[in-house]
């Protein structure tokens, strides 16, 4: 049995390759001012996807706490810009607090060998003492350097990246931005589980005890893959940070349990699927919102509906779904030619 | 500073009221073939899981190459050298057959000589023409050669296999004899088995285990000819 011809892998990169053809260079000439501030803040969020599709989908890492480093890396963003005043810097900066902030915890967490549960635990009261915390900060006295914290208002002024003469970017500016952050998001996550270092990461997802055995260190690979979404995480952050500005919503429940509604959605062990998922998912929300049905849609509720719809009717999510699709069309297409063989779509494909 | 490759001093392993292991000592030369018998739950299982770092001995020590392991993390001895075959085939079922020995060989080999080193030991073991295929789709005794590809490619000082032959056919079982024969001219090899047969064509020196503890440890036929390994095998022993 030979590798399928279609694969989660290659369907993806096509799918992505498409899409950001259509968002780079149809999208800004038609200059529809909401498609293209929706469509930065989508950008921001399919990274956010892609950082948990990553540690989850390929490490075997549930984290509920992609959200805790998401707002980290936009606080961070917003707090140094206004106190060092050079946004490029701050942003840079701030990936790295994301990244340096989970490999904090991904150190306690993976050198005291703790189980898949108190994992999820851990990184859910993260982000909930973050939202609590933040959510606080309203007084005058919260302040870093020249930054207010501004409690559950956030901090509207925060600073939006410069372009080399120093003047703020134009929302079409930050939109191809987020577009082009995207798609390097994406084919940085598709390089890292190409070399070895993603190799070893899969095969402890796969059997931890027997990359033990081989004499992996797993918890450094953990380590590793864990700040690398993390510093994602961070730059969704930032990059929501100038689509929007920094909120204490950005830590909270809603955002994490939409977050993991994508990955499952989109299909777990694939990355471009939690990305389709998220932008089909973020559209859907919208549109439900300007029906005005009042409570009986309410989005939530929607979310919950969908989760189960998959959970239940597609396990395995858009992606995969996808993908069985075009194998069919395929094997329909080449007949009488030697149909693929029946089976083989099944048996545990190292989909991406 | 002793001459053996591996010393297990006085193991113990607990488990709340069970004693598992109990007092075994067992020391093994460099190059040395050596196969550990014994009936179900005699203990050989948790005594190569306490070899190897799965589990820390309630008491003992255990030395590799002179230098005492206990409490060391799996992957750090098996970075010293050691490799083990688990009882249940341990293997990445997502991935190939190449994929499994290639991270097996690039985790103590640069990547030019890992690859060479991964098809070399897949032509020997047979499995090369199995290469691409996945391994979770492939029959047990596959499995159980996969796996003991992915233990041999470091080059390791020291095998551990836990019932390598089960599950595999007999001409399989074979190979299986001829390879371990080999191998033990550049490493030392304990082999766990049940197969008799198989342990008589390919032991030396034999250890048996009993309800944890040593029965008998000698020379191949001495042991085997024992009473008191009969007794312990009676209903096993067909042949
Ligand atoms: N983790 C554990 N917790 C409790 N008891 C255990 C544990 N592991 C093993 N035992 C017990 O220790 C004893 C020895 O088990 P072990 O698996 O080492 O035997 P074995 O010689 O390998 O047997 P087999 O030939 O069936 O593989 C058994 O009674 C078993 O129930
Ligand atoms: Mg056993």
Known sequence: MKTPLVTSGRLGAVAMILAAAWALFIVPSGGDMTLILSGSIYCAFGILALSLALIWGFGGILSFGQTAFFGIGGYAYAVLALNIGNTTTAALLAILVAAAMAAAIGYFMFWGRLGDVYLGVITLVLSLILYRFINQTSGSEWKIGKAPLGGFNGIPSTPILNDLDGNPLWPEDIYVLCVVALILSYILCRLLLATYFGRVVVALRENELRAELLGYDTRLYKLGVFSIAGGLAGLAGVLFANCVFVSPNMFSLTTSSQLLVWVIVGGLGTLAGPVMACFLLLAFSAWLGTLNAGVWLDPNLVMGLVLTLFVLVLPKGILPLMRSGCDRALAAFRRPAPAAEPGEAMIGEEAR | ?239
């Open chain 2, 1 to 239: 500073m002793t001459d053996y490759l591996l010393e297990a001093r006085n193991l113990t392993m607990r488990f709340g009221g069970v004693v598992a292991v109990r007092d075994v000592s067992l020391s093994l030369r460099e190059g040395e073939l050596h196969c550990l018998i014994g009936p179900n739950g005699a203990g050989k299982s948790t005594f190569f899981r306490m070899l190897s770092g799965q589990y820390r001995p309630t008491s003992g020590e255990v030395l590799f190459r002179g230098q005492s392991i206990n409490g060391q993390s799996s992957a750090k001895i098996a970075r010293a050298g050691m490799g083990i075959k688990t009882q249940v085939p341990s293997v990445f079922n997502a991935m190939t057959v190449r994929e499994n020995v290639m991270l097996a060989a690039v985790r103590a080999l640069p990547p030019n000589l890992a690859r060479r080193r991964c098809d070399e030991v897949m032509k020997r073991i047979g499995i090369s023409h199995l290469a691409a295929e996945k391994v979770g789709i492939l029959a047990h005794g596959q499995r159980q050669l996969v796996e003991l590809a992915t233990v041999i490619a470091p080059r390791p000082a020291l095998i551990l296999l836990d019932e390598p032959a089960a599950g595999m056919t007999g001409e399989e079982v074979e190979g299986l004899g001829d390879l371990l024969v080999e191998l033990a001219r550049s490493c030392s090899v304990i082999v766990v088995e049940h197969d008799m047969s198989f342990i008589r064509r390919i032991a030396r020196s034999i250890t048996v285990f009993n309800q944890g503890s040593v029965l008998v440890e000698g020379p191949a036929d001495q042991v085997l000819s024992d009473q008191r390994v009969r007794d312990v095998y009676l209903g096993r022993e067909v042949a």
